[in-house]
């Protein structure tokens, strides 16, 4: 069961003509490099993030997706746009799809005699549709550490002690399927700590769970001076963008539309938003808020139109991330 292009020059032209040429190569050089940025019209890319093996012998795939818009959102239901073959089409997928790259989104766990099989997730939005490929080929096989890497955790950090960071831990307190009415605020509280402290904040600040972080202590990062154009606004020194480190819990929409539902207090990012100032882990200049003491996030979710909707929490060190999902039913 599965559970994831040159022609003759007159006299008077041919003094122009070599600025000419080179100007026509270095314009033609600069379209074929040029990468645009879109905020709309673009479609989703569904992405297979790679596999673990698990004790048991079977395996669990790690799904997640690029928005390639900076301000396009989609609701996508399950459905012929939005779902999973062979078998059911709902595997757990996200039906609401912030913009830009939002990686290891939801796993799924297959058989441990998956052999050569694949499992494939479909998506379209904007008219176009994208696969992405799930399996448990050996190029695809992936550990803690391969996951900070492909989010930037810990600041493109690729130490060693990464390989066993364990995740964040997660407990939504009260029910996890609830009922509220339109307008009526809805009360979340989610207790999180890091059992390892890893990786830790930059600050040195103690963080729910474990006090002493499992990887010696070293020189503590000088912090930047406030608005810092040194950290805003460096550019980028890797493919993937750094995250800040440390523990952070946010609540976001993963089943429904977001665009009728306010969180009080606004929630971190959980999507790629590397844009300074941007509310994200990767947002320059990566501040991460100092967590609550006693690890208990509190918000409020307030529904402006009926339907069903599902929240997640989602608790990250800046490396790992961990989920809880709340299913509510909103009234008139």
Do not use: L
């Given at each position: 069961m599965i559970r994831a292009r040159c022609g003759v020059l007159s006299q008077g032209v041919r003094l122009i003509a070599a600025p000419l040429v080179a100007f026509v190569l270095l314009a033609t050089s600069a379209s074929a490099q040029t990468r645009f940025s879109y905020s709309s019209g673009q479609p989703l890319e569904p992405a297979y993030e790679g596999w673990m093996q698990n004790q048991d012998g079977s395996y669990t795939l790690y799904f997640g997706y690029q928005n390639t818009n900076w301000e396009q959102e989609f609701d996508v239901p399950v459905g012929p746009e939005n779902s999973f073959s062979p078998g059911p089409a709902d595997l757990g997928q996200p039906t609401h799809f912030y913009p830009r790259r939002n990686p290891f989104l939801f796993t799924i766990q297959v058989p441990k005699d998956f052999g050569t099989k694949e499992i494939v997730w479909t998506l379209t939005a904007n008219g176009v549709t994208r696969k992405a490929f799930g399996s448990v080929k050996s190029d695809y096989l992936i550990d803690p550490q391969v996951i900070s890497t492909e989010v930037g955790g810990d600041n493109g950090n690729l130490a060693n002690d990464l390989r066993t960071n364990i995740p964040p831990d997660l407990k939504v307190e009260g029910a996890l399927t609830r009922t509220v009415k339109v307008g009526q605020p809805l009360s979340l509280v989610a207790i999180s700590g890091d059992p390892d402290n890893l990786p830790p904040r930059r600050d040195g600040r103690p963080q729910p769970g474990l006090k002493k972080s499992v990887r010696p202590e070293g020189p503590r990062r000088p912090a930047a001076p406030a608005n810092s154009p040194a950290v805003v606004y460096r550019p980028p020194v890797a493919v993937t963008a750094s995250a800040g480190p440390g523990l952070h819990l946010s609540w976001t929409v993963y089943r429904?539309?977001?665009?009728?539902?306010?969180?009080?207090?606004?929630?971190?990012?959980?999507?790629?938003?590397?844009?300074?100032?941007?509310?994200?882990?990767?947002?320059?200049?990566?501040?991460?808020?100092?967590?609550?003491?006693?690890?208990k996030w509190t918000a409020n979710a307030v529904f402006s139109e009926p339907g069903t909707y599902v929240l997640r929490a989602v608790a990250s060190d800046g490396s790992l991330f961990t989920y809880e999902n709340v299913t509510v039913t909103v009234t008139p």
């Open positions: 429904g539309k977001a665009s009728v539902v306010k969180f009080t207090p606004d929630q971190m990012k959980t999507w790629n938003d590397t844009r300074a100032y941007g509310n994200s882990m990767w947002s320059p200049p990566y501040d991460i808020p100092v967590p609550p003491d006693d690890g």
